[in-house]
């Protein structure tokens, strides 16, 4: 049986660029070795976990995902001297990569730094300013002729950052964002070997999120399942950001409600979460969750969405910090939510109307 801090801890400190996911996917087939009926791949990096629930079909179909992929940079041009420049893939801040060790996925792996002009060498109004993106680049350490012989233009660069245990069961590293979430799928595997639940279970552990949730979307499209939930992370509370816009880190995992959740999924995660005295938090989503879920919810006919995350303060950083609590509360509430399920409460879920 899996360690799920270690799990998460080496899903984390593992590199899984957008379309190049295979060490966390491969990372989570071992974990849950055993605990799936049947593991596969599909053309695009998709993993698909599939547990059968028990009892005569039809059985109830559901989805849950996490996506696999971590935002990156990827090698645009190639300079004088052997620096890089770089290309965004996925939402990273310029403000927090200046001063970050890199990794370059070339032809061998190649340690870098990310560098700018120093603050002696620029004029005020450039002190005053946020280097952009564009005036960054990453030194190899390596003279231009080895560069340009081992680096090609599109390799992919992901931060190298070892993963910290903070006090108080925090955890801080790269890529919390979303292996918080794969790790939440294993840990709800390995809670439904403990309950019975009628449903058969595709846990999916989805690519390309960070680039427009494309792994969802085909994966959805593949099992039309009879209902889906997404695991995510959601914005932890913050200095200086608005209460309202952040939830608690070690209050629970958050449960979102708005237009693209399905009502009475929202309601059934609720009520067992009350049930099973499990801690939860509420998030309003007014629009878009720019989540798997926003494309799962839309496919053919549609499919019944949920929305579960993780609290995460500095998102979109290398120093994503989170409760580990909240992680292990969000598997163990998918599963509760899985075993309540029946073919009654899916054909209810036809009639969008609250009860």
């Keep these: ?73 990827m090698v645009a041009r190639i300079d004088k001297g052997g620096f890089l420049r770089v290309a965004e893939v996925g939402g990273f801040d310029p403000r927090t990569l200046l001063g970050q060790e890199v990794i370059v996925h070339a032809k061998r792996k190649l340690l870098g730094v990310v560098g700018s002009k120093p603050p002696h060498l620029t004029s005020l109004a450039e002190r005053n300013k946020s280097v952009p993106l564009q ?29 910290m245990e903070l ?67 959601c914005h932890g509370e913050t200095p200086g950001v608005a209460s309202d816009l952040v939830q608690k880190l070690g209050g629970g995992p958050v449960v979102s409600f708005g237009p693209r959740i399905h009502p009475k999924l929202f309601k059934r995660l609720t009520d067992v979460a009350r049930d099973a005295n499990i801690p939860v938090q509420i998030e309003v989503t007014q629009g878009p969750t720019w989540t798997d879920a926003d494309p799962i919810q839309i496919v053919q006919a549609g499919i019944p969405t949920a929305l579960i995350s993780i609290p995460l303060r500095y998102m979109h950083t290398s120093v994503e910090t989170l409760a580990f609590e909240d992680v292990r509360h969000a598997g163990l509430l998918l599963a509760r939510f899985i075993a309540s399920l029946d073919m009654a409460y899916v054909e209810g879920l036809t009639c969008y109307l609250k009860d």
């Design 1 to 73: 049986m899996f360690n799920a801090k270690e799990l998460l801890i080496g899903l984390t400190e593992a590199t899984g660029s957008p379309g190049d996911e295979s060490t966390p996917a491969a990372l989570l087939r071992e974990a849950v070795n055993g605990l799936a009926d049947t593991i596969e791949t599909d053309s695009i990096g998709n993993t698909f976990l599939y547990c059968a629930g028990e009892g005569n079909t039809p059985r109830p179909r559901v989805m849950i995902t996490a996506h696999t992929d971590e935002i990156s940079l």
């Design 135 to 163: 005036e960054l680049f990453i030194d190899l350490a390596m003279p231009e002729e080895s560069v340009r012989e081992l680096v090609n233009i599109g390799d992919f660069i992901t931060i190298s950052r070892r993963t």
């Design 167 to 233: 006090s108080g069961g925090r955890l801080a590293g790269k890529a919390m964002d979303n292996r918080a979430g794969v790790t939440t799928l294993a840990l709800c595997l390995s809670e439904l070997r403990k309950l019975r639940f009628a449903a058969d279970v595709y846990a999916v552990g989805t690519v390309q999120e960070e680039i427009g949730c494309k792994g969802a979307q085909t994966a959805a499209f593949r099992l039309l399942p009879d209902l889906a939930v997404a695991i995510d992370v």
